[in-house]
């Protein structure tokens, strides 16, 4: 993936025409500092579920399994800039073997985290479906054991997939397998997101009148689906133009912005939290209790 | 696309002996070639405006359709509404312990039972007390209680079924001691049956 991901950094400045798009480059402060904070939060949750008798539930898992994909991305950053760090200062052998397969591994990191959010995602959105739209067979239908196996299975098949992507990346129906799951996982939670919420405003139109209990229902899934939305897509593109129009002036311009998208992937690392995570008072009570107690 | 993906090896192999750059982030082995910016039609950032303009517009877009989605069809709350509903309002919210407030009773305690149980599913239970209402086993009796206590006139019976289904709180947690609210459930059974002729006259007299 690197090549896709990093290519246009090596063109020569002198063979550029002065009117093109300068690389928008964001000091890498920026980054470590971002990336630190996804780790931190996400380890801060898994570490409240690790220790939590109560938490330890199928809900609380596919959390957690947002929150492990969530500080493999942070991870991948943080890795990034080491590596980048240790070759200026001269500690690394540019382009030597080490630093490929370090790149490498790093590259599959970045893709395993990035199809683990995916399919975390799906998985929390189907775990809430089956909770209202099965309500009564729910703890038959979505146990402690299913989970795990379901967990083990999307983990395996993520990294499996992190793996055979950096290996084939040079092909084109790679990129386009890549690229493609992220809308086909986007429709998928819209659909059960407005389903939940279509039955939810049915509920309640028939119990009260006042509309702020949906207003309310609406900007949390707008904020669900946005965030996911605003992070993730400019990346997604990014590697389709890429991968089509890596010569065109348009889509170079809008490749010079790679810099940005990464950042916004690092903060959606650092939001993911908040509005899956803390939202469970439980879970914020079983934070306050580890930070204040300990 | 072929092409390209030629074009890229056979850079590669020639940049084994290009010079290590001054670049920060380089360490990658492929160039695309010069990117020629002469005669563009429409403005150079044209691809990145659309894109973040569009998808700006979509999620909005989005939103609105929800926000008009709640707007819709809200039946005005009749105040004089009839006292077996009343009634299996109370009976249905007693089950999850609250004190039962017959002058206040609809508006007030099922806009609140119903934000409840909404933010139950959406919001995954935003504040402890509600997360106490969710706590509730899914005993068959109380099922039938809240069955009779959500009344849906006039509806097909798999949409009551499936509003039975939302309605039943679901975050079951088994080390909760829900005495309680199991004694509630075990007293409801009588309140229920004597509600059911009840409830059936109204809905009659609904439809």
Partial sequence: MKHIINSYENINDTARN????????????????????????????????????????????????????DMLGSLYKILENILIILRNTGYLKPRGSFETTADDIIDSLFV??????????????????????HALRYHSIVTVRRTVVVLAVIWTFCTASGIAIVIFSHHVPTVITFTSLFPLMLVFILCLYVHMFLLARSHTRKISTLPR??????????????????????????????????????????????????????????IDPFIYAFRSPELRDAFTKMVFCS | MKMSAQRLISNRTSQQSASNSDYTWEYEYYEIGPVSFEGLKAHKYSIV?????????????????????????????????????????????????????????????????????????????????????????????????????????????????????????NFVNTDQNSFGEDDLLISEPPIVLETKPLSQTSHKDLD
Avoid at chain 1, 44 to 54: G, M, P, S, T, Y
Avoid at chain 1, 114 to 130: H, K, M, P, Q
Wanted: glycine share 4%.
């Fill in chain 2, 49 to 169: 405006i659309g894109f973040w303009v569009g998808l700006a517009v979509f999620v909005i877009f989005m939103f609105f359709v929800l926000t008009l989605l709640t707007k819709t069809g809200a039946p005005h709350q009749d105040n004089a509404e009839s006292s077996e509903k009343r009634f299996r309002m109370n009976s249905f919210v007693s089950d999850f312990g609250r004190p039962l407030e017959p002058d206040k009773v609809f508006s007030r305690q099922g806009n609140e039972e119903s934000r409840s149980l909404f933010h139950c599913y959406i919001n995954e239970v935003e504040r402890l007390d509600r997360a106490k209402t969710c706590h509730q086993t899914t005993a068959l009796d109380s099922d039938v209680q809240l069955q009779e206590a959500i009344r849906s006139s006039g509806q097909p019976e798999e949409e009551l079924n499936r509003l039975m289904k939302f309605d039943i709180p």
């Fill in chain 1, 18 to 69: 002065n009117s093109d798009c300068p690389r928008v480059v964001l000091p890498e402060e920026i980054f470590f500092t971002i990336s630190i904070a996804g780790v931190l939060e996400n380890l801060i949750v898994l570490l409240a579920v690790f220790k939590n008798k109560n938490l330890q539930a199928p809900m609380y898992f596919f959390i957690c399994s947002l929150a492990i994909s």
């Fill in chain 1, 112 to 133: 395993l985290s990035l199809l683990g959010s995916i399919f975390s995602l799906s998985v929390i959105a189907a775990d809430r479906y089956i909770t209202i739209f």
């Fill in chain 1, 213 to 270: 209990t949906n207003m309310k229902g609406a900007i949390t899934l707008t904020i669900l689906l946005g965030v996911f939305i605003f992070c993730w897509a400019p990346f997604v593109l990014h590697v389709l133009l890429m991968t089509f129009c890596p010569s065109n002036p348009y889509c170079a311009c809008y490749m010079s912005l790679f810099q940005v998208n990464g950042m916004l992937i690092m903060c959606n690392a650092v």
